[in-house]
């Protein structure tokens, strides 16, 4: 079974400055889906971030960035530029490819963007 | 432009009523879902649809049902409602079951009494 492990609950970070979540998740698969999902205070959660495990190359979508390293099975998130909106609860989640396979999501944390 | 529209956002019950979560969307997606939210347990994945008459469980899938009779609609059936189903329920649609990447609906906060 998989498991995804979002060790901190609770982060905060300055307006402007780039803050880490942290992710981890344990597999014995070796072609599988990684993603960052946030959850503002509105409650509606959205995809910020996708990783294919094949790929070498970390994943970028603006000022969402990740750090994939497959061989310590660690996924973190960098938000660079912090600002306000990025206020909001942050799911790490896995997915391994092919058939009957299913998101599994990590017990999120919740990042507080100060100004 | 809709989306993954739910109904109601708010419902109290008693203990023992059923009732029905709505789950609609307009993007002709195969794939739908359904996911409760409790404090420091993530998203638990109740039941899951790939299509139109194909239903599966998920995680934690007693004391729910669904059905999928159009692709538009997936609703989400408390049988017996129990204090342990308090959550908040959320939605969830894609264009490829196998995508990962889903839609979600605003959520639906229960609270049984």
């Known amino acids: 079974a998989q498991t995804v492990t979002q060790s901190q609950p609770e982060m905060s970070v300055q307006e402007a400055e780039t803050v880490t979540l942290s992710c981890t998740y344990d597999t014995s698969e070796n072609n599988y889906y990684l993603f960052w999902y946030k959850q503002p205070p509105s409650r509606q959660m959205i995809l910020v971030i996708r990783q294919e495990a094949y790929k070498q190359q970390n994943a970028t979508e603006n000022r969402f960035s990740v750090n994939f390293q497959k061989a310590a099975k660690s996924f973190s998130l960098k938000i660079s530029d912090s600002q306000l909106g990025d206020t909001a609860m942050y799911f790490c989640?896995?997915?391994?490819?092919?058939?009957?396979?299913?998101?599994?999501f990590g017990k999120g944390i919740t990042l507080s963007v100060r100004p | 432009n809709a989306g993954v529209t739910q109904t109601p956002k708010f419902q109290v019950l008693k203990t023992g009523q059923s009732m029905t979560l709505q789950c609609a969307q307009d993007?002709?997606?195969?794939?739908m879902s359904w996911y409760r939210q409790d404090p420091g347990m993530g998203l638990r994945l109740i039941h899951y649809s790939v299509g139109a008459g194909i239903t599966d469980q998920g995680e934690v899938p007693n004391g729910y049902n669904v059905s999928r009779s159009t692709t538009e609609d997936f609703p989400l059936r408390l049988l017996s409602a129990a204090p342990s189903q308090t959550s908040v329920y959320f939605c969830a649609s894609s264009p490829r079951w196998s995508s990962g990447e889903l839609f979600f609906g605003e959520g639906s906060r229960l609270t049984v009494l």
């Open positions: 989640a896995f997915m391994v490819t092919g058939a009957n396979s299913k998101l599994t």
């Open positions: 993007m002709n997606h195969e794939y």
